[in-house]
């Protein structure tokens, strides 16, 4: 089992029929379209949905992509929280390896640094930050 597997494994634990996938049925070609750092997610699912949010299917992911101010600025949109803040990836990571970070287009700010350099951790820190929410 790997990191993603093993990941999906304990959101299905933690949250059980909340979390609806697809299994991939994508190829290397298709792959090549997105970042790297997301590959291995697309390897394991299509689409992903949890409580805290949906990782987009790569037809919606690409085609979303392709709208400003995402096309500019070259990042990758894969998903969203549900509320207000798409997930984002860079094409290529910084200097530092960070790819990943999270946008709310209703603050009327611009894109900030992406902060995460995997995807587990986004995706953890996503998860964390909804718990945090749900409690108060």
């Known amino acids: 089992m790997n990191i993603i597997q093993a990941y999906i494994e304990k959101l299905i634990t933690l949250y059980g029929d909340e979390i609806v ?5 994508y190829d290397e070609e298709t792959l090549q379209q997105i970042p790297e ?10 689409k992903l949905s949890m409580p805290f949010g ?3 299917c790569l037809e919606t992911a ?3 992509s392709k709208a400003e101010p995402f096309l500019s600025e070259q990042w990758f949109c894969f998903g969203s929280d549900d509320y ?8 290529t ?3 530092d390896g960070f790819s990943i970070t999270y946008w709310d287009h209703d603050s009327g700010s611009e894109i900030d640094d ?16 909804y718990e ?3 409690n108060e």
Not at 21 to 25: D, F, G, Q
Not at 114 to 120: K, P, Q, T
């Open 114 to 129: 992406a902060i995460y350099m995997n995807i587990i951790d986004f995706l953890e820190d996503m998860r964390n930050e």
């Open 54 to 56: 949906e990782i987009d």
């Open 62 to 64: 690409l085609k979303n």
């Open 132 to 134: 945090e929410d749900k």
């Open 93 to 95: 990571p910084d200097e």
């Open 21 to 25: 996938y697809e299994n991939s049925h």
């Open 37 to 46: 750092v997301l590959r291995p997610l697309y390897r394991e699912v299509s």
């Open 84 to 91: 207000f803040s798409f997930w984002l990836c860079r094409y």
